[in-house]
């Protein structure tokens, strides 16, 4: 009875010093001590789905999704004129982007993301991402979009999901510049 005790005062000794070092000591953090990690992956995970649809690979597109997003997640864009666009579930989404690049001519596409802020709460999580986006139309010509994610998350079978995302973006901007001599005579690397 007495070693007992003394395993549950060792316990209480080390669950105060690690509030005490640590700031906070929660069940979520301590069972999941790369959920922030594991989240922001997320948001690179959809520029590599984004990507794969911009070169026109819309299978490979919808394969990534489907890492990224819960099934029936809601995503949602919001262009910089106000006119917005939903769908539910990945397949939808992959439909949705591939349309609108291929609409608009674009043949290869990179977005780059930044600025991540993740809020962990138990099973849940919120998370707001920058993106920078660039669309090759030509070789002289590109359109730039630039906006914010704003990512609701879920843990799922213990791994973390996107439930809902909303793409805000700010600009959406065509970049043009006649071909000059040099360019035109350059190979492709």
């Known amino acids: 009875m007495g070693r007992f005790r003394g395993f549950k005062i060792l316990i209480a000794v080390i ?3 690690l ?4 700031g906070s000591f929660e069940f979520a953090s301590a069972s999941q001590p790369n959920a922030k990690l594991n ?18 690979d819309i299978q490979a597109g919808k394969n990534i999704y489907q890492d990224c997003f819960t099934e029936n997640a809601e995503i949602t864009a919001i262009f910089p004129d106000g006119a917005s666009a939903s769908r539910t ?10 349309s609108v690049f291929q609409g608009n001519g ?6 780059l993301i930044g600025t ?8 849940t999580a919120t998370m707001t991402s920058y993106l920078q986006a660039t669309h090759k139309i030509s070789d002289t010509s590109i359109d730039v979009a630039n ?7 879920v843990r799922q079978n213990g791994r973390w999901k996107i439930s809902r995302r ?3 973006l700010i600009t959406f901007l065509n970049l043009s510049s006649p071909p000059s001599a040099s360019s035109v005579n350059m190979p492709n690397p």
Do not use: P, S
Not at 39 to 52: H, N, P, R
Not at 106 to 111: D, E, G, W
Not at 116 to 123: K, L, M, P, S
């Open 15 to 17: 669950a105060t010093l």
């Open 19 to 22: 509030v005490l070092v640590g």
């Open 39 to 56: 989240i922001e992956q997320l948001t690179v995970c959809y520029a590599l789905g984004t990507d794969a649809i911009g070169r026109g």
């Open 89 to 98: 579930g990945t397949d939808e989404w992959a439909d949705f982007v591939a």
């Open 106 to 111: 674009y043949v290869a596409t990179q977005h």
């Open 116 to 123: 991540v802020n993740i809020d962990v709460n138990r099973n």
């Open 147 to 153: 906006g914010t994610y704003e990512d609701e998350l």
């Open 166 to 168: 909303t793409l805000k």
